[in-house]
């Protein structure tokens, strides 16, 4: 769509108060138009320092001001003259000269083009009212006759009201027969003696000026009636007045014209007098009452609120009682002051030449007339000069610029009037942009712009914009030319950027102005607040993150809000803080809860986003508590209103009591209910007094406890339980223990209280003994051994017995077993498992409860040392009743000795005829150490240790040693010897591969089998020697690998003896060296070596290999941790040095692991 390529400007019209001016800037010669001023009426109170008519104008040349006062010049004392707003001609009146300053005022401002007015602007200053002093006679008549008590109330500032009092302030009653009219005098249809008093008091308050004035006191006396055949003296006795016709005390006539203006509000009232009192009836005669009517003063005045024309018409009101009735009549008019039908006249900027048409249309009742001004002068019909006045229109044909000026058009009636101020500006002149040239304009992406082009020229201009680079018109569906003359762009676009030029052109001439636009980027949230849930009393944090064009960053702020309300963030103690968009609630509580919205805001645009944040806190307290009885006080029900749960539903209510006999002061649960119920029925202990509460509770914690019940008092009663948990023990061997479980204080429920313990023997006639008794323990004397016993327990107090209790049975004390198991016999599962059997005791000589057998096995000697005494013990325990066990960890090829004996709670039984077996032989433990020497390039010497333990005769070892691949780790070949002789402790192998990687593996036999082996990996080495150095080398290097592996070997074993030694034990030394008839033991320097006994094989910790390569002299080794390793066990050493020792019951750590790699291969 194309837009307007050019647009004539409308001129808008401004009112101000009752004068319409033109919008012309005034940097243009203009009429003075009036832009404020006091409206009428002013009223000057008594209490008013100061009274301040006010009237501004503008205008070019600036206006000059004067006043008139009821028609006649004024000089304004003070007129304002300051510097700073030298266009104001208000003026003000102090309170002290206000009164010689009432009257009708006007202002007029003016400078060379013309004149302006303002209304008439009345200042009214009341007198202070007042009641004349007067003595007034006392008013006497006869009963039943009317009386009017005359106020006659000063004028005074409305509002104005009316009471009636007596001289003690009581306020005199009204109803039908007696009641105030709107004139404030008080109307009495008929009198009646009790009307006789002497203080009428008329009092009427005028609250604007907050003044009460008072009449003097008026009397009334009413005079009673007497029977005619009575005399004065003869009492008291009156007769009831006689019956009177009505009539109307106000108002008087038989008919009131009644002249209202539209919107007020009319009263019509009518007081009779006669007797009885009339009653007063209301019609509007050929027409309905008004649905806006309504009857006041007991029906005697009618009032229709915002009085309309359709009220217009003839009312009547009819007083009526038994003896006649009374009419009077009203006739409603309802006028109007004079009011502008549509709009005041409006100014006009015209060229030269034209005619002019200025029209003051009005209307009013009566019709209003209109008087018409120039300048404030009487302007009159004046053909000859082409000036015409024409009731309500005033015509200027062919005007000129000397007819400019302010015309004034006043429209009056007696009910008021209206004055508007038209200008009237008759020029020629070129266009002038009143808009700042280059004006710069930002605008946020996707928003709409307006660029001004305000323009003021007469004739009205034609307007055009125009992008700089180019002089076409602007077109587009998104340009508009407003009717103001400026550029609107809906949903700027970042190409929008840049410079406009606005044109203004008419027949006087033209004039441009340039506007630049900058597009920027939107302000936009990019990570709102999300909706959160927060526990009372912990930090609620609130992300907000936002873009915005960087060019903005000076202006850009984040704001948050709660509820609508700006969150303060600088006062001290605040709560809140937000540091990088993040909002921080320190110590939430539940005010906190709330619709929060982060507002990311520039001097252009803004973004906002909102959450929810939801405090989740402990429940309220419950409320309304209350305990009522069931079937009797000590089964009360407990209601109760759950308190606000803070958005965490409540799981269950926790009822709570407290009772002022026992614990004072100490609140204890007494019931729980679920979080749906809000009642509970509780039995209650008796012989208290109770107090109840109740808390909630939900997922986030319990809640405050609610205020506590009044007191419940309970009343005394037989216990409702007995004892529990009756425990029966036998400390003696002929003596029963008998303890329970006493009542608490609150279940005594009386005074008294005190147990019956009864006791009989079970499953013979047996009669039962009784003992009463106040402590909860009894002891039963002389009994048999472990004989069988009911007993039962019965608590009782003042007021009764409890219920029938329970019987227990149970037995008297306990002795150690009689008798030994019999027919013990083993079997020999393997070298470390036995099976051992017996025949149980009889019962009879358990003499108490059956806790098990204990199983006991000596280790005498070893088969493989007969002559050396061992005495290891060892016992085990299998619980129940039972005839067999199975008895592990034995040591091989060793003699033993077993036993076998019954035992309960008090000890054990007499043990059971020993027997005697044997081990068989087992394969060896693991070779403690194997080391690798003297590597020759096919052949490589092994060194290694005896096994600490041989399990039986050793016969020898098998070596197996593995060709392995440097490159894959895998096998190439595998090898294996044994060797003969227990004694032999060192092999060198020969037949290997020059410069290969060989992995060994060596493991001692017996006639069993061989044990687990060691690893251990070496390589031969690649060079050849010469002939001369071969020698001295092969020598030498045999003997430094030999020395290493003895050195190491004896270091070992002095170690694991030391350690052993420190572990401590039993062990039986051997008394000298030369006895031992072991040969394996002969062949370790001279060192004795005791024996091992481990059936559980660990491997050593890692060792180094050692190897012999040129003039490197590399001997095998053992690392520090293979030394304390093989040393862990323990040992002693005897007075000669040699180490004894013996291993039973433990795990050996010490050997040499295996190299990493994968694991032994057996060929």
Not at 77 to 95: M, Q, R
Not at 372 to 389: A, H, M, T, Y
Request: hydrophobic share 35%; aromatic share 8%.
């Amino acid at each position: 769509m194309r837009l307007a390529g050019s647009l004539q400007l409308v001129l808008f019209l401004a009112l101000t108060s009752r004068a319409a001016g033109l919008d012309i800037p005034l940097e243009v010669e203009q009429v003075p138009t009036i832009t404020t001023h006091t409206l009428s009426p002013v009223i000057g109170l008594p209490f008013d320092n100061t009274v301040t008519l006010r009237c501004e104008a503008k205008g070019n040349p600036p206006p000059v001001y004067r006043w008139t006062k009821d028609g006649q010049d004024f000089i304004a004392p003070h007129l304002s003259k300051s510097k700073a707003n030298p266009s104001d001609g208000t003026f003000v009146l102090y309170n002290k000269q206000l009164v010689q300053f009432k009257g009708k005022y006007r202002c007029y401002a003016s400078n060379k083009l013309g004149t302006a007015m303002t209304e008439e602007i009345e200042v009214i200053v009341p007198n202070i009212p007042k009641f004349p002093k007067e003595t007034i006679d006392p008013i006497v008549v006869e009963e039943g006759q009317p009386i009017v008590l005359k106020c006659n109330p000063p004028e005074g500032m409305p509002p104005r009201q009316i009471f009636w009092m007596s001289i003690d302030l009581q306020h005199i009653e009204q109803d039908e027969r007696v009641s105030v009219g709107i004139d404030g005098n008080l109307y009495f249809s008929n009198a009646l003696q009790k009307d006789s008093r002497p203080d009428y008091c008329c009092n009427a308050a005028f609250s604007r000026i907050r003044t009460i004035v008072q009449k003097t006191p008026m009397a009334v006396m009413v005079k009673s009636l007497k029977p005619d055949n009575q005399s004065a003296g003869s009492g008291n006795a009156t007769e009831a007045p006689p019956m009177r016709i009505p009539s109307l005390l106000l108002p008087s006539g038989v008919q009131t014209e009644k002249v209202l203006l539209k919107g007020e509000e009319l009263q019509l009232e009518c007081i009779p007098e006669g007797f009885p009192t009339p009653k007063i009836e209301w019609r509007k005669m050929g027409d309905k009452l008004s649905t806006r009517t309504t009857f006041n003063n007991f029906g005697k005045l009618l009032t229709i609120s915002a009085i309309e024309e359709s009220d217009e018409g003839k009312y009547m009101c009819k007083a009526k009682n038994p003896a006649g009735e009374a009419v009077h009549y009203f006739d409603v008019i309802v006028e109007e002051p004079p009011k502008w039908l549509t709009e005041p006249p409006q100014s006009q900027l015209t060229v030269i030449g034209t005619d002019v048409h200025i029209k003051c249309s009005v209307s009013g009742k009566p019709l209003p007339d209109i008087t018409w001004r120039r300048n404030g002068e009487i302007f009159e019909d004046d053909p000859l000069n082409n000036r015409r006045v024409l009731d309500d229109t005033v015509v200027l044909h062919n005007a000129m610029p000397g007819d400019s000026g302010v015309y004034q058009c006043e429209a009056s009636n007696r009910h008021g009037s209206i004055l508007a101020n038209v200008n009237i500006m008759v020029m020629n002149m070129a266009p002038l942009i009143l808009t700042k040239d280059h004006q710069e304009y930002a605008v946020v992406q996707g928003k709409d712009i307006v660029m001004n082009c305000s323009v003021f020229s007469s004739p009205p201009p034609t307007i055009f914009w125009a992008r700089d680079e180019t002089p076409e018109t602007i077109t587009g569906e998104r340009f508009f030319t407003l009717q103001s003359g400026s550029l609107q762009i809906t949903s700027a676009e970042k190409n929008d950027s840049g410079k406009y030029v606005c044109d203004a052109i008419n027949k006087e001439g033209e004039s441009a102005i340039t506007a630049v636009l900058d597009v920027k980027d939107p302000t936009k949230i990019i990570e709102p607040p999300q909706d959160v849930q927060i526990i009372s009393g912990t930090t609620a944090q609130l992300m907000c993150q936002a873009e915005y064009d960087k060019s903005l960053q000076g202006t850009f702020e984040l704001l948050w809000r709660k509820d609508g309300e700006e969150i303060p963030l600088s006062f001290e103690n605040s709560r809140y803080f937000v540091d990088d968009g993040m909002l921080q609630i320190m110590n939430v509580n539940l005010s906190d809860e709330g619709i929060y919205t982060c507002i990311a805001r520039t001097n252009l645009d803004e973004d906002n986003a909102t959450a929810l944040l939801t405090v989740l806190d402990v429940p309220d307290a419950p409320t309304n508590i209350e305990v009522s009885e069931l079937k009797s006080e000590r089964n009360v029900s407990l209601s109760w209103i759950p308190g606000r749960d803070h958005n965490s539903s409540v799981t269950e209510f926790i009822v709570e009591y407290e009772e002022s006999q026992w614990d004072p002061g100490r609140w204890k649960e007494l019931q729980k209910v679920p979080g749906n119920q809000a009642t509970a029925e509780l039995a209650l202990y008796g012989h208290l007094n109770y107090q109840f509460r109740v808390y909630a509770v939900n997922a986030i914690g319990p809640g405050p406890p609610s205020e506590p019940t009044e007191r419940h008092k309970t009343p005394p009663a037989a216990p409702d339980r007995n004892p529990e948990n009756i425990k029966i023990q036998g400390h003696l061997p002929h003596q029963m223990d008998i303890s329970w479980e006493p009542l608490l204080p609150i279940e005594h429920n009386g005074p008294g209280l005190e147990y019956r313990v009864s006791y009989r023997k079970l499953g013979v006639e047996d009669v039962w003994r009784e003992h009463l008794v106040k402590r909860h323990s009894f002891v039963v004397r002389n009994t048999s051994t472990f004989v069988p016993y009911e007993i039962k327990i019965q608590s009782r107090n003042s007021h009764g017995w409890g219920p029938e209790p329970k019987i227990v049975t149970g037995y008297s004390g306990e002795d150690v077993p009689s008798a030994a198991p019999r027919d013990v016999a083993v079997e020999v599962i393997n070298t470390t498992v036995l099976r051992v059997s017996w025949t149980p005791v009889p019962t009879a000589t358990l003499r108490g409860h059956l806790r098990g057998y204990d199983v006991h096995w000596l280790r005498k000697w070893s088969l493989r040392n007969p002559n050396k005494a061992l005495d290891e013990r060892h016992s085990l325990s299998f619980p129940g009743k039972r005839s067999h066990a199975i008895v592990p960890g034995l040591q091989p090829f060793s003699e033993y000795r077993l036993t076998v004996n019954v035992f309960n709670k008090k000890g054990n039984g007499p043990n059971s005829d020993p027997v005697t077996f044997s081990t068989p032989e087992g394969v060896p433990e693991q070779v403690p150490i194997l080391t690798t020497s003297n590597a020759q390039k096919d052949s490589i010497l092994l060194v290694w240790g005896p096994p600490l333990e041989s399990n039986g005769i050793l016969t020898g070892y098998l070596l197996q040693y593995h060709l392995i691949n440097e490159t894959t780790l895998e096998v190439v070949d595998s090898q294996e010897m044994n060797i003969t002789g227990a004694d032999t402790t060192q092999w060198q192998l020969q037949g290997l591969e020059e410069g290969s990687f060989y992995r060994f593996h060596l493991s001692a036999c017996t006639r069993v089998g061989c044990g687990p082996p060691q690893a251990q990996e070496s390589s031969t080495i690649t060079q050849p020697l010469m002939a001369g150095q071969q020698s001295n080398f092969s020598t030498q290097g045999w003997f430094i690998g030999t020395m290493c592996a003895v050195a190491l070997l004896t270091l070992v074993v002095l170690m694991a003896c030391f350690v052993q030694r420190n572990k401590g034990g039993k062990y039986a030394v051997k008394e000298k060296e030369d006895l031992h008839p072991d040969m394996e033991s002969q062949g370790m320097n001279d060192d004795t070596f005791c024996e091992y006994s481990d059936s559980d094989e660990k491997p050593l910790k890692g060792s180094s290999l050692c190897t012999l390569n040129g003039d490197d002299v590399v001997g095998d080794s053992v690392s520090r941790d293979s030394l304390v390793d093989y040393a862990d066990g323990g040992g002693e050493f005897n007075e000669d040095g040699s180490f004894i020792g013996e291993y039973s019951g433990r795990k050996h750590g010490g050997s040499v692991s295996e190299p990493s790699g994968p694991s032994p291969v057996t060929a």
